[in-house]
């Protein structure tokens, strides 16, 4: 995808989650909360969240540039995969 600050490459899995995706991103950061010491789909009644915070040295601007050209490209790859598919 391309930022203002250049070209930034985001590589993900087919069942990545949003906040691998999102922390990639140098306009976020994330965290993720485990209400237990396992993994975020560990056993029933263990729990998880991700808490996503402006990354220090951006603007709001900054993340709207980031998010929208992120969404871009992955309206882009969609349409790709879409078309080698049928």
């Known amino acids: ?14 069942y990545a989650d949003i906040a691998e995706i999102m922390d990639q991103l140098p306009t976020v950061t994330v965290y993720i909360v485990h209400s237990d010491s396992g993994l975020p789909d ?8 991700y808490v996503f915070f402006l990354a220090e040295g951006a603007s709001l ?5 980031s998010i929208t050209a992120l969404r871009a490209a992955l309206d882009k790859d969609f349409e790709l995969l879409s078309a080698n598919a049928q």
Do not use: K, Q
């Open 42 to 49: 560990g056993a029933p009644g263990s729990g998880s969240g």
């Open 1 to 14: 995808m391309i930022l203002p600050t250049g070209l930034l490459t985001i590589e993900f899995g087919a």
């Open 61 to 65: 601007a900054d993340l709207h540039t």
